[in-house]
């Protein structure tokens, strides 16, 4: 895209054209990293994912039982199994079994690489890979 500009007193125009960064490019996410990182993205994005996974974070042991936590949101057991399934399998909660019931608690790594990849770059720095 270019910038009209007028020079002073001879009403020529002189063209200003903007610039690009070409360096950009060489700051792209891995296409494979940017699909996992998406996959964990769209796992998350869902009200009650969001809920279960903010239960597990701030359980006072870091830790949630299935049991617990269809209680707490009021819904029936498959479906709260069937949302930690997406988030387990996405990499985001870890899973233990444990007698009859499945305990959950935050993938550290996986909270790592969505908070990587949500914080802001300094200015001048190139992104850190996820």
């Not at 550290?108 to 001048?124: C, K, M, S």
């Amino acid at each position: 895209m270019a910038i009209s500009t007028y020079g002073e007193g001879s009403g020529a125009v002189a063209e200003e054209a903007e610039t690009c960064s070409p360096s950009l490019a060489c700051h792209l996410i891995d296409r494979d990293e940017a699909g996992r990182l998406a996959a964990m993205l769209k796992a998350i994005a869902d009200p009650t994912r969001l809920q279960l996974f903010r239960l597990i974070e701030r359980a006072p042991t870091g830790e949630a039982c299935v049991c617990d936590l269809t209680e707490c949101l009021g819904l029936r057991q498959p479906t709260v199994s069937h949302h930690l399934k997406v988030m387990t399998e996405a990499g985001l909660l870890d899973r233990e079994p444990r007698g009859t019931w499945v305990w959950y608690s935050v993938n550290l790594d996986g909270l790592r690489r969505i908070r990587a990849i949500l914080e802001p770059v300094p200015e001048g720095e190139p992104a850190a890979a996820a």
